[in-house]
C-alpha cells in the first residue's frame, strides 16, 4: 500500500535529540568576556596551547591526526598537570584538560535512534575515574567558589556526567545551573538540555517543565523552536493531546507559509520540498506528532471536530494526509479512509479534495474492501466530474476543450481519475450483471442499471475521449445482454457511427441491427406477432440500420443478411420501390452472396414486382427463385411448385396488359407461354382458355378452333368445359362446319349439368345442324334423342317427329316412318290444348300414311283355310283399316275426307271379294261346294252394300261441296264396277280359287 501522501521516512525524535546534546556539549562554552582570562595569565595560555600543537603541520587537518593530536595533548596536560604545583596556573590546565576529554566524548553512544523506545541510559551514574572530566569540573567548582564562571563549570559538568553515561546528575547539575544562577546566559540552553535529557528518561512531566522554562524565556528565542517542539512530544507523552497539538500548531504556523505550494491550492506537495531541508525534517516531525496525538484524540474527538474549534489554519490538509498515513502505517485503513473522507465532505470545493478521493480509494484498496472502493470511487468520479460545480473558477484546456477549473494544475489529473474510476465502475458491475443468474451482489440489487449509470457517465463527460467509441460499445452490450432493446440500438449507433472507428466499430454497427429486430419482434408478439405502430417504426429503424453498415462497414459478414431481412420487412410494410432496390442490392453484391441470401433477395423482389404490376420483372425475378430453390432443396416439389404458380401468374398478367393495351396477338402469345412455360401451374388452363377466347375474338377461327380443342383434350375435367362446347360450337358455325358445330351442341344438349332449357335448345340445334350438314344418320340419332329426353314442348315434339318421318321415308326406312307417324299422330291427339292447324295437319298426313299403309296390309291379306282363322284375321286387319281412316277422317281436312272415304268403302268391297274369292275347303261335292260359295255369296253381300254405300258417299263430296278429286272419281269408277245397273255394273265373272 503506497498512500497519495507517501514521503521519506522522517528522521527520528532521538536522531534529533542526540545531535542536539552532544552538539551543544562538543566544546568548551566561551562567553563573549570569559572570566578565565582573569584566572590564568595569557602567557600561561600559549604555553597551554603549545602543549595541544604537538603534531606536525601536515598531519594537523587529517581526522586521523586530529584524534591523534588529541590524545597526545590529553597525556601533555596530563604530565603537566602533575608537574605544576597548585595555583592558576594548574587550574587553568585542568580546565583545558577537562575541556579535551568532554570533547572526546565517550568512546561508544549508549542513545536510541528511536524517541519512543525505552530509557536509553542505564540506572547508575555512569563510571567513576579519577581523571575523569567529571572528576576535574567538581573539583574545579570546588576550588572556584563565588567564581562567576561558575555557571560554564556547572554547564561542563552536566556535559561530562553526560559523557560518563550520568545523566541523573546531568539533570541535576543543569537544574542547579538554572536555580544558582538564574541570570545566566547558559538559562536557557540548560532549560532546553535538561527537558531533554528528563525526555529520554521518559520524566515527561519534568521535560514539560523544562520546556515551558525555555518557551518563557526571552533571551532564549534561539532554543523556542526546539523547545515547542520537545514540549509537543511531552504534551503528547502525558497523554495531553489537544495541549499538544496546540503547542505544535505555535510551531508550525509561522514554519509553513500560507503561500507555500506544499499547500496551495494549485498543487499539493505532502513532502514540503519548498521548504528548507532543516526546518522541512522539524516541520515533518511535528507533523509527525501531532498524527499521533490526533489519533489518540479522536476516539473522543474527531479531527474535524478538533479543528473545528479552532482558528482555521492553512495547512490543514497536511494534518489530514499525516493522519491518514499513520493509520494505513498501522493497517488501520478503515480508519484512514474516514479520515480522508471526512476532509473531503468537509472541504468539498478544497483544491486538495480530488486527492483525498483518491487517498480513500487506495486505502480501501489496500484494506481489500470491495464495497467501500466502488462507493469512493462513485463518488469520486461523481464529484470531479468535467462541467461539475467542484470546478468553479479559471478556465483550463484539456484535450483541446476549455473547461472551466479551479485547480489549474491538478485538473488534467484529476479528469484522467474520473475517466478511469468512470470506467472501472462501468465494467465492474458489467460484469457483475454477467454471473449465472443476471442478478446483484451484496452491494447492488440492479448491477445493470448501475453498469448504465456509469457507462453514460462516461460517454456524457468524455464525449470525445480516444477510448468513448469502445467504451459506447461496452456499454451497448450491456443494454443487448439485458434485453434493452431500443436503447443498445441507439447506443450501437452511437459507438458505430458516432465516433472515429475502433475494432468494434463494425460490430457495433451490426449490434444495432440486431437490436433493432430483437425490439420489433418483441413489440410484434405483444400485438399477437402483427404489426403495430411501435413495432413498424422498430421495423424502419432496423431497415436503416442494416443499410448503413451495408454503407459504412461492407465487408462485415453480417451485411447481407441483415439487408435480406430488411428486405423482407420493407416488403411486409409494403414499401415495394425500396423492397426491390435493397434486395437488388444484394443481388449485385461482390463477393456473391450465399445462395439462400441470394434465394431470399430473388424471392422479396419477384414478390414486389409482382404486387406492383412490374409483370416482365416479376418474371425474371421468379425464374431466378425457382432455379435457385431447386439447387437449394432439390426434393422441395411443393415449393418448386408454388415458384411455378408464380411465374405462370407473371406471364399471365403481362397477357392481360396486352389486351387492356388492344393488343391481342401479344396477348395470345403470352397466354400461350403460360402454356408452354408452366405446363404444371393452375392458372395454365386459364391461360390457355383465355388464348383460344382471344383468338376467337380475333376472329382468328382456325387457330381458335386448334386451342379449344387442345384445351378440351388437356383439361377433361375443367369446369370451363361446357364453355368449351359452346365456343367451339361458335367457331365451327363460323368456319361453315354445321356438321361439327352440331357435335359441341349436342355435347351441351347431353350435359346433365345444363339446365333444362339449354340442353333443349342445343339438342334442337344440333339436329338443325345435322340435317344442315346432311349428315342424315346423325340428324336422325339427333332428332330421336331430342324427343326422347324432351317430350314438350308440343310444337317442337310434333317438328322433331315429323323430321323424323321425313328422314326415315328419305332412307326407305318405312317401319321407322310408321313408328314416327304413330308417335307424331299419338303427340297430336294428346297434345290437348297445344294442338294447332299444323300439328293436325302434320298428324293427318301421319295418320294418312298409316291409314294407307294399314289398308294395304288389310288388302294384302286373303281368305284362306282355315276359314275361320283366317276370316279372323282378315276382320281384325280391316278393323284397324277402318280405325286408321277413321282417324284420318276425324281432322276433317277436304282433301283427306274423300280419300278416306273412298279407301273405307274399299275395305268393306275388299272383304266381300276376299269373301268371294277365299280358298275353298278340299274334298266338297259339286253340290257342296255350290252350297258353300252361295254362303260365301250371302256373307259377302252386306260388306258389298257397304262398300256401294260408302262410295256413293264419295260421290255425295262431288254433289255437296263441288269436290272432284281423285278419290271421288276412283269411287265413280268403283261404282260402275259395284253396281253396274246404277253406275253402268258389269257382272262379274265369279272368280274363286281351289284350297287345292
Not at 34 to 57: C, F, H, Q, W, Y
Not at 198 to 217: C, G, H, M, P, W
Not at 281 to 304: G, M, T, Y
Not at 688 to 701: K, R
Amino acid at each position: 500500500m503506497k498512500p497519495v501522501f507517501s514521503s521519506p521516512m522522517k528522521k527520528s525524535l532521538a536522531v534529533v535529540l542526540t545531535a542536539s546534546v552532544i552538539a551543544g556539549c562538543g566544546a568548551s562554552y566561551n562567553k563573549s568576556n570569559p572570566s578565565i582570562g582573569k584566572m590564568v595569565r595569557r602567557n600561561l595560555d600559549v604555553e597551554l596551547l603549545k602543549l595541544e600543537n604537538t603534531a606536525p603541520p601536515e598531519q594537523q587537518n587529517t581526522a586521523d591526526a586530529v584524534e591523534q593530536h588529541q590524545a597526545e595533548a590529553i597525556e601533555n596536560y596530563r604530565a603537566y598537570i602533575a608537574l605544576l604545583p597548585e595555583g592558576p596556573a594548574k587550574r587553568q590546565a585542568m580546565r583545558r584538560l577537562a575541556d579535551l576529554l568532554v570533547t572526546q566524548g565517550p568512546q561508544e553512544s549508549t542513545f536510541s535512534d528511536d524517541p519512543l523506545a525505552a530509557d536509553d541510559f542505564g540506572p547508575g551514574d555512569g563510571v567513576d575515574g579519577a581523571a575523569g572530566p567529571s572528576t576535574l569540573y567538581q573539583q574545579l567548582l570546588s576550588d572556584a567558589e563565588g567564581d562567576e564562571e561558575q555557571d560554564v563549570l556547572l554547564y561542563q559538568l552536566a556535559r561530562a556526567y553526560l559523557n560518563d553515561g550520568k545523566p541523573g546528575p546531568a539533570v541535576e547539575t543543569l537544574r542547579k545551573l538554572v536555580i544558582q544562577h538564574p541570570d545566566s546566559s547558559l538559562r536557557g540552553e540548560a532549560n532546553l538540555r535538561r527537558g531533554e535529557l528528563q525526555f529520554i528518561r521518559k520524566n515527561f512531566a519534568d521535560s514539560r517543565q523544562a520546556y515551558e522554562a525555555v518557551l518563557t524565556d526571552g533571551d532564549a528565542a534561539q532554543f523556542h523552536e526546539q523547545a515547542l517542539y520537545k514540549l509537543g512530544w511531552s504534551l503528547y507523552k502525558l497523554e495531553e493531546y489537544e495541549l499538544a497539538l496546540d503547542r505544535l500548531h505555535e510551531l508550525l504556523d509561522p514554519r509553513i507559509p500560507a503561500g507555500s505550494p506544499s499547500v496551495a491550492d494549485t498543487q499539493f506537495d505532502p513532502n514540503l520540498t519548498d521548504l528548507p531541508r532543516a526546518r522541512r525534517e522539524l516541520v515533518q516531525d511535528a507533523l509527525r506528532v501531532q498524527s499521533l496525538a490526533l489519533a489518540w484524540l479522536e476516539a473522543s474527538k474527531p479531527i474535524e471536530k478538533y479543528l473545528a474549534e479552532r482558528p482555521k489554519r492553512h495547512y490543514e490538509s497536511l494534518m489530514y494526509a499525516r493522519l491518514g498515513e499513520l493509520y494505513i502505517s498501522r493497517e488501520r485503513y478503515r480508519d484512514a479512509a474516514r479520515t480522508w473522507q471526512t476532509f473531503v465532505d468537509n472541504n468539498p470545493q478544497h483544491g486538495h479534495a480530488p486527492l483525498f478521493s483518491a487517498a480513500v480509494i487506495d486505502a480501501w484498496e489496500g484494506a481489500g474492501f470491495l464495497q467501500p472502493v466502488l462507493t469512493a470511487k462513485a463518488s469520486y468520479a461523481t464529484l470531479y466530474a468535467p462541467r461539475g460545480k467542484y470546478w468553479g473558477g479559471t478556465q483550463v484546456v484539456i484535450d483541446d476543450e476549455k473547461w472551466v477549473v479551479q485547480p489549474e494544475r491538478t485538473a488534467p489529473h484529476v479528469i484522467g481519475q474520473v475517466r478511469k474510476y468512470t470506467r472501472e465502475l462501468a465494467e465492474h458491475y458489467h460484469a457483475v450483471s454477467q454471473k449465472p443468474g443476471g442478478g446483484g451482489d451484496e452491494f447492488v440489487a440492479d448491477p445493470v442499471t448501475e453498469a448504465a449509470k456509469w457507462y453514460e457517465h462516461y460517454l456524457t463527460q468524455f464525449n470525445d475521449d480516444e477510448d468513448t467509441p469502445a467504451l459506447s460499445f461496452l456499454y451497448a452490450e450491456l443494454l443487448f445482454e439485458n434485453q434493452r432493446w431500443e436503447q443498445a440500438a441507439k447506443q450501437y449507433e452511437q459507438s458505430a457511427y458516432k465516433w472515429h472507428r475502433h475494432d468494434n466499430a463494425a460490430e457495433a454497427g451490426y449490434g444495432a441491427v440486431l437490436s433493432w429486430r430483437k425490439l420489433k419482434e418483441e413489440q410484434k408478439a405483444a400485438n399477437g406477432g402483427k404489426f403495430d405502430e411501435a413495432s413498424i417504426l422498430a421495423s424502419e429503424n432496423m431497415i436503416e440500420a442494416s443499410v448503413k453498415l451495408a454503407d459504412q462497414y461492407p465487408t462485415h459478414p453480417e451485411v447481407a443478411p441483415s439487408l435480406v431481412a430488411a428486405v423482407e420487412d420493407l416488403y411486409v410494410l409494403g414499401d415495394l420501390p425500396r423492397t426491390i432496390s435493397l434486395a437488388k442490392r444484394v443481388i449485385n453484391m461482390q463477393p456473391t452472396p450465399a445462395k439462400p441470401l441470394l434465394f431470399t433477395s430473388w424471392l422479396m423482389t419477384a414478390q414486389a414486382e409482382l404486387d406492383r404490376e412490374f409483370y416482365p420483372e416479376a418474371e425474371v425475378a421468379w425464374d431466378e427463385t425457382l432455379k435457385l430453390s431447386r439447387e437449394l432443396e432439390t426434393q422441395n416439389i411443393q415449393k418448386h411448385a408454388n415458384y411455378i404458380e408464380q411465374i405462370a401468374a407473371s406471364i399471365y398478367y403481362q397477357a392481360q396488359r396486352h389486351l387492356q393495351n388492344e393488343e391481342p396477338e401479344e396477348a395470345v402469345t403470352d397466354f400461350m407461354r403460360v402454356v408452354t412455360k408452366t405446363p404444371t401451374a393452375t392458372i395454365v388452363a386459364t391461360a390457355h382458355f383465355d388464348a383460344a377466347n382471344t383468338l376467337m375474338q380475333m376472329e382468328a377461327w382456325d387457330r381458335a378452333e386448334v386451342e379449344l380443342v387442345s384445351f378440351r383434350q388437356r383439361y377433361p375435367s375443367d369446369e370451363r368445359q361446357p364453355q368449351i362446347d359452346r365456343k367451339l360450337a361458335t367457331t365451327y358455325l363460323a368456319l361453315n362446319q354445321p356438321g361439327n358445330a352440331a357435335r359441341e351442341f349436342q355435347r351441351i344438349g347431353l350435359r346433365q349439368t345444363e339446365t333444362s332449357d339449354t340442353r333443349r335448345e342445343a339438342l334442337w340445334r344440333s339436329a338443325q345442324l345435322y340435317d344442315e350438314a346432311k349428315w342424315d344418320k346423325d340428324a336422325a340419332e339427333a332428332w330421336e334423342r331430342y324427343v326422347r329426353i324432351f317430350p314438350a314442348p308440343f310444337t317442337a315434339a310434333i317438328d322433331a317427329r315429323q323430321r323424323l318421318i321425313e328422314l326415315a321415308i328419305a332412307r326407305n326406312d318405312g317401319q321407322a316412318a310408321l313408328k314416327w307417324q304413330r308417335e307424331l299422330l299419338r303427340t297430336d291427339q294428346n297434345g290437348g290444348e297445344f294442338r294447332n292447324e299444323r300439328s293436325r295437319l302434320l298428324a293427318s298426313r301421319a295418320a294418312r300414311e298409316i291409314a294407307v299403309l294399314t289398308y294395304s296390309q288389310f288388302e294384302r291379306l286373303n281368305i284362306a283355310q282355315p276359314f275361320k282363322k283366317s276370316l279372323q284375321r282378315k276382320k281384325q286387319a280391316m278393323r284397324a283399316a277402318i280405325d286408321a281412316w277413321n282417324t284420318v277422317q276425324g281432322y276433317r281436312f277436304a282433301d283427306q275426307a274423300s280419300e278416306a272415304a273412298h279407301h273405307q268403302a274399299e275395305i268393306q268391297a275388299n272383304l266381300a271379294d276376299s269373301l268371294i274369292y277365299s280358298q275353298r275347303p278340299n274334298g266338297l261335292s259339286e253340290l257342296a261346294l255350290d252350297e258353300y260359295e252361295l254362303l260365301l255369296e250371302e256373307q259377302a253381300e252386306p260388306f258389298e252394300s257397304s262398300a256401294i254405300k260408302g262410295h256413293e258417299g264419295v260421290t255425295q263430296l262431288l254433289i255437296d261441296q263441288d269436290i272432284l278429286d281423285e278419290w271421288v272419281r276412283k269411287s265413280v269408277k268403283r261404282l260402275g264396277d259395284l253396281y253396274p245397273s246404277v253406275w253402268s255394273k258389269k257382272e262379274r265373272g265369279v272368280k274363286h280359287v281351289d284350297a287345292n
